[in-house]
């Protein structure tokens, strides 16, 4: 993230951030939703795939057991593992429906969260002494060159 950014352009351009973040809040939310509705999606799937599969295993072998009671044993475990590929496409069903019912609050709450952040909360400018701070998500700051017009972002190493 190197380069300069002028300490005015800082408290000109956080209101235009802001402004969008507020504006598109929602597109924010949906696009994040999206991603957790497809990743979720996609392991469950899985799970009730793996699932399904061992049903059939367990249904083959019973198909060749020797006994009646190695043929009850193995249709009992095709049936535990049909009821959990029927659980985890249930819990998809339920978890992709409490997705869509939180949209609107997770809108409002990006919205309103965004609104409350000051320039200061993100950059910390100090005034008197002219000092930038720029925070991360954490809060913790991070390292900053700067001159009196300008400041000079270090980048970050990846730990």
Same mark, same amino acid.
Not at 80 to 90: C, G, H, P, T
Not at 102 to 124: A, C, M, Y
């Given at each position: 993230?190197?380069?300069?950014?002028?300490?005015? !352009?800082?408290?000109? !351009?956080?209101?235009?951030?802001?402004?969008?973040?507020?504006?598109?809040?929602?597109?924010?939310?949906?696009?994040?939703?999206?991603?957790?509705?497809?990743?979720?999606?996609?392991?469950?799937?899985?799970?009730?795939?793996?699932?399904?599969?061992k049903a059939q295993q367990a249904e083959q072998a019973a198909s060749t057991a020797k006994s009646e009671e190695d043929k009850?044993?193995?249709?009992?475990?095709?049936?535990?593992?049909?009821?959990?590929?029927?659980?985890?496409?249930?819990?998809?069903?339920?978890?992709? @429906?409490?997705?869509? @019912?939180s949209v609107e609050e997770l809108t409002k709450s990006v919205q309103e969260k965004t609104k409350r952040i000051d320039v200061?909360?993100?950059?910390?400018?100090? @005034?008197?002494?002219?000092?930038?701070? !720029?925070?991360?998500?954490?809060?913790?700051?991070?390292?900053?060159?700067?001159?009196?017009?300008?400041?000079?972002?270090?980048?970050?190493?990846?730990?």
């Amino acid at each position: 993230m190197g380069g300069k950014i002028p300490k005015k !352009v800082i408290k000109i !351009v956080w209101p235009i951030i802001q402004f969008f973040i507020i504006n598109f809040g929602k597109d924010i939310v949906m696009f994040v939703l999206d991603e957790l509705r497809t990743m979720v999606t996609k392991k469950k799937r899985k799970e009730m795939e793996d699932a399904l599969n061992k049903a059939q295993q367990a249904e083959q072998a019973a198909s060749t057991a020797k006994s009646e009671e190695d043929k009850l044993k193995y249709y009992e475990f095709a049936k535990l593992y049909r009821e959990e590929a029927e659980r985890k496409k249930q819990f998809l069903q339920e978890f992709m @429906e409490d997705i869509d @019912e939180s949209v609107e609050e997770l809108t409002k709450s990006v919205q309103e969260k965004t609104k409350r952040i000051d320039v200061n909360d993100v950059f910390g400018i100090e @005034e008197p002494q002219g000092n930038v701070k !720029v925070l991360d998500v954490d809060n913790k700051e991070i390292k900053v060159k700067q001159n009196k017009k300008s400041i000079k972002l270090k980048k970050r190493k990846k730990s």
